[in-house]
């Protein structure tokens, strides 16, 4: 099968070259802090609970988010990258121009967020939770989204390459444009109004036929 390619452009993340190194410290992250201009790298930032952080123009490098939960928190111009974020509570999320590379997002709760500008790459977000969110523009490129849920989300622009979403939950969310050719949606649970205008593989198709009652003869 031939590989796809990348229909709509991202505005990739505006970081300056040259950022301050920043250490979190054990002190409770207060609402509504913002934090800027720097780069945080090998550690962990645990047991923290606040609402409306801002995190600008950072870079995260191998950081651990362990017991998490960020509601509303405005991610704008940030990297990812080789970090643990699974099971952080990220609910009612702005992200705009943001890079997720090789992290685990498993479990991450980004329900009612909204999502501009974002690549996420080799990610691992099994059980991934996105309902209610609006993606614009979002790239999701070779990640295992297998059991997530995009259940009612909005999709505008949005490119699945390569990915894994075995099991997935998308139903109440128009795929019209969407293709999944080259991934991987057996099990996936949708409504049948949610198909029309969706692109899948010779191959797929026999599986999708099945959500409508068409029976194919071999």
């Known amino acids: 099968m031939e590989d796809k390619k990348i229909k709509y452009k991202i505005v990739r993340p505006k970081i300056p ?5 920043f250490y979190f410290s054990n002190e409770p992250i207060q609402n509504e802090d913002t934090f800027c201009m720097s780069i945080v790298s090998d550690c962990s930032i645990e047991n923290q609970t606040a ?3 801002s995190f600008k123009q950072m870079i995260f490098r191998n950081v651990t988010f362990k017991e998490v939960s960020f509601e509303c928190i405005d991610l ?3 990297r990812f990258e080789n970090c643990d974020l699974s099971n952080v509570d990220f609910c009612g999320a702005i992200i705009h121009r943001v890079e997720m590379i090789n992290c685990k997002i498993l479990g991450i ?12 790459e080799n990610c691992n977000g099994r059980y991934a939770f996105f309902r209610f969110t609006k993606c614009k523009q979002v790239d999701f490129v070779n990640c295992l989204l297998n059991n997530a849920d995009f259940q009612e989300a909005n999709f505008t622009k949005v490119e ?3 990915c894994n979403l075995e099991q997935s ?3 109440g969310t128009k795929l019209k444009g969407i293709d999944f050719s080259n991934c991987e949606i057996e099990g996936i649970g ?3 109004d949610d198909l029309y205008g969706v692109i899948v593989s010779p191959i797929q198709a026999v599986s999708v036929s099945k959500l409508l009652g068409i029976i194919i003869k071999i």
């Open 190 to 192: 949708v409504r049948i």
């Open 76 to 78: 704008t111009d940030v």
């Open 169 to 171: 939950q998308i139903s």
């Open 109 to 120: 709760n980004l329900s009612e967020s909204t999502l501009q500008n974002v690549v996420l």
């Open 51 to 53: 609402k409306k952080v």
């Open 160 to 162: 699945f390459d390569h």
């Open 17 to 21: 070259k040259e950022l301050d190194l």
